[in-house]
């Protein structure tokens, strides 16, 4: 289910003072609002970024940066989809990131399928990225390991796996 634009905007906001529109039965368990709550939030962003034309804009300037080259346009998202990564939780960055990157991959010839395997695997190798690099952290405080050390060792080891978005796409 995917409401954006107005609706999803009202449904947000709705959700963030706690009524949720749409919902005809309390909230019974602690999972079910974790879930209703994530699903309202997502689709106030979503909205946001309709409303305000993000998504078509960033397109405009990813395209523009890259001269309309296809590599250049693979790098400079892979960066934005990395930093967009940083401190987010992997299905939050990836659906922000579908909403802002996919339609200027698509622009550029890339199937829609193939785009979204794109921006999907960069959101979850920020996880293992410098300076927020979520996932090396908390592996580094369950081992009792220097944090800074173990982030960049995390990085060297998934350095291989910043080639497998491009892979996908060629």
Not at 48 to 55: Q, S
Not at 127 to 146: D, G
Request: hydrophobic share 55%; proline share 6%.
């Amino acid at each position: 289910l995917r409401v954006t634009g107005v609706p999803g905007l009202v449904q947000g906001i709705g959700a963030r003072f706690g009524i949720y529109l749409g919902v005809t039965e309390p909230v019974t368990n602690y999972r079910q609002a974790a879930r209703t709550d994530r699903q309202m939030e997502m689709r106030f962003i979503l909205g946001c970024i309709e409303l305000t034309g993000l998504a078509g804009k960033f397109s405009i300037l990813l395209l523009s940066l890259s001269g309309g080259f296809l590599i250049p346009t693979l790098v400079l998202a892979g960066i934005f989809l990395i930093i967009l990564g940083m401190g987010m939780p992997t299905t939050a960055a990836y659906a922000i990131a579908a909403a802002v990157v996919a339609p200027g991959l698509t622009k550029m010839g890339v199937p829609p399928l193939v785009a979204h395997m794109f921006i999907f695997y960069f959101a979850v190798m920020s996880m293992v990225t410098p300076p927020v690099a979520l996932a090396a952290y908390a592996a580094a405080q369950i081992a009792q390991a220097n944090i800074m050390r173990t982030g960049y060792l995390a990085t060297y080891l998934a350095s291989a796996g910043f080639i497998v978005p491009f892979m996908f796409v060629f």
